[in-house]
């Protein structure tokens, strides 16, 4: 037999046995992708047609899938991993922070007076100067004169006269405000405290500033006062860039998916109208906050699921128990170590909680609690497990508590046994970690702080995210955290608890996608589902833990389309 008559043999033969398949659109190859699927854990390559995952497999399988229309990646030995869920973060609160004074990195009081001082010579008069970030725990020096730590509002005050100030903790739970905005909040030395917050005053009564929890409302209102005196046409605009910057910033950290932790409905009016037009680049599945009279008579209206190609998702409510750590606002079952009188503070009556339930349950949407304090948990276990006995026809409610930073260790079994999602994030660990043994004394915090492997073990499901803009949209960081639980001097908080590499990737892709009962579209590199992807430049499975926070997103792929090139 002739060679040319061998090789045409040999093309007949490849015919019966490789059936044709339709050109892919995309095809990665030459990297390690690593699935998420238990039953084709690893791959090197990996075909796409249309928006959907049509196979994986290695290079010589997948080839056969390009043809003249597929876009082929080479990603030279890169990592690939299922497009990253933020399991909690909040969309338009990470838009406004880009808009905002970033506080985060500040050193101490003194320059945070001097970041607003300048922006006060840039406003207009009266106009609000708004920031976000700041934690006194994480300055260099305590300001003096101070409240628990908190500086007076005088230095502030002075640098910015004319244009009230607004800054928003690190937490989201206290906001810090000059004597310009207390005026148009109507705060005064007789103001008494609202129900769940706290007006902080020094000892002759005086505010110095600082509004705790739902105090904070008091100046967001009039917040809201100034603002609703812009044209509509300005307030749309404000909204539409926030909702760029925040997508812009998702898919440049690699996320393909975006749980938003709270919108209220004239804003998923705004994230309907975006995405109906197709300007919505990234998926959003998003908790509704409002008044339970609003959640009743709105909610079957609202509640969708997949919009526009699964760009949008509304089919959750959310609701605030308690405070934050930081602020000493969660609520405890005991004082705090380092402030004896507080037990921290419930901001949602917990009859109201079960009220929401009941709202739930109705409308068969999922709920999602925040609750940071052992008490607040244990309240929220509570209600839970008796809106799960009332309904015991339901058997995946898939309800969620949002952060569970400090559980008593008789409540951490239920997560299991309920079958409750605790949507954490592992970088508040080793952020929060320098001042939770102070705040909760060495048994508590070794007992019931970040207990990630003691609730996995009772077989709760544990999605990851940042909390963004309480800490950076960076996942990086995040998986770092997650996997070594290292502080920033070095030393490792309560290691026992940190996951393994394989369990954080897993907590950031196919955890994410169970918690908001998406895992059969999304979470893993299997075919059928969407074609979320995203490409990193080291390998973070496999090198050395130090490198893990240095890694960039190379690509993020939303769809099958590159929507973020580095």
């Known amino acids: 037999m002739t060679p040319l008559a061998a090789l045409l043999l040999l093309l007949v033969l490849t015919s019966f046995t ?10 990665l190859r030459n990297g390690k992708i690593v699935t998420v699927d238990d039953k084709l854990p690893e791959a090197q390559a990996i075909a796409v047609g249309g928006d959907r995952i049509a196979a994986v497999g290695t290079n010589e399988a997948i080839h056969r899938y390009i043809g003249p229309s597929t876009q082929v990646i080479d990603l030279q030995g890169q ?26 990195d500040v050193k101490d009081w003194n320059e945070i007076v001097t970041m607003v001082g300048d922006a006060a010579k840039r406003a ?25 730590g908190f500086p007076y509002h005088d230095t502030l005050s002075k640098a910015s006269p004319n244009n009230p100030v607004l800054l928003t903790h690190a937490s989201g739970h206290a906001s810090f405000v000059n004597a310009r905005a207390m ?23 005086r505010p110095i500033g600082l509004l705790r929890e739902t105090a904070s409302g008091l100046a967001g209102r009039a917040l809201d006062t100034w603002r609703s005196k812009k044209t509509a046409a300005d307030r749309d605009l404000d909204a539409l860039r ?20 709270g919108a209220n409905f004239a804003t998923i009016d705004i994230f309907k109208r975006v995405a109906a037009e197709g300007k919505l680049p990234i998926r959003l599945w998003v908790m509704v906050r409002d008044t339970n009279e609003n959640l009743s008579a709105r909610m079957k209206q609202y509640r969708a699921v997949g919009l526009h190609n699964h760009h949008l998702t509304v089919a959750a409510i959310k609701v605030t128990s308690d405070g ?25 009556p917990i009859e109201r909680i079960a009220e929401t339930t009941r709202i739930a349950l109705e409308h068969d949407v ?13 309240e929220v276990l509570n209600v839970y497990e008796r809106a799960y006995q009332s309904r015991p026809d339901l058997t995946d409610l898939r309800w969620r508590i949002e952060h569970a930073q400090h559980i008593n260790a008789a409540d951490i079994p239920r997560f299991g046994q309920l079958g409750i999602i605790p949507a954490m994030q592992g970088v508040h660990a080793t952020s929060d970690a320098p001042y939770v043994p102070a705040r909760l004394g060495a048994r508590r915090a070794e007992e019931g702080a970040y207990v990630w492997q003691r609730l996995m073990k009772t077989g709760a499901i544990i999605a990851n995210g940042t909390d963004v803009p309480v800490e950076r949209i960076d996942p990086m960081a995040n998986f770092h955290a997650t996997v070594t639980r290292k502080v920033k001097d070095g030393s490792v908080f309560y290691g026992e608890q ?4 394989a369990e954080a990737l897993k907590s950031y892709t196919w955890n994410g996608a169970y918690a908001a009962k998406e895992e059969a579209l999304k979470g893993s590199l299997t075919v059928g589902k969407l074609a979320d992807i995203t490409v990193l430049s080291k390998d973070i499975m496999t090198v050395a833990e130090d490198e893990i926070p240095s890694t960039r997103v190379v690509y993020t792929i939303l769809g099958g389309k590159v929507a973020f090139k580095r």
């Open 498 to 501: 940190k996951m393994n590499r």
């Open 79 to 104: 990592l690939a991993i299922p497009g990253l869920v933020e399991s909690h973060g909040h969309f338009m609160g990470l838009g406004q922070s880009k808009m905002n004074l970033d506080l985060m």
């Open 183 to 205: 005026q148009e909040a109507g705060i005064t030395a007789s103001t008494q405290n609202p129900s769940g917050g706290e007006i902080l005053k020094d000892p002759q009564g």
């Open 124 to 148: 207009q008069p009266g106009e609000w100067i708004l920031g976000r970030g700041w934690h006194q725990e994480k300055w260099s020096s305590v300001p003096k004169p101070n409240v628990e």
């Open 18 to 27: 490789q059936p044709a398949v339709e050109p892919a659109t995309l095809v």
């Open 366 to 378: 999922q709920l999602c609690v925040h609750a940071i304090g052992d008490r607040a948990n244990r």
């Open 324 to 348: 934050a750590l930081g602020s000493r606002g969660a609520w405890m079952l005991a004082p705090y170590e380092d402030s004896p009188s507080s037990t921290g503070l419930p901001t949602t």
């Open 242 to 261: 926030q909702i760029e910057l925040a997508s812009q910033a998702a898919l440049e950290a690699g996320i393909t998916s975006f749980h938003d932790a």
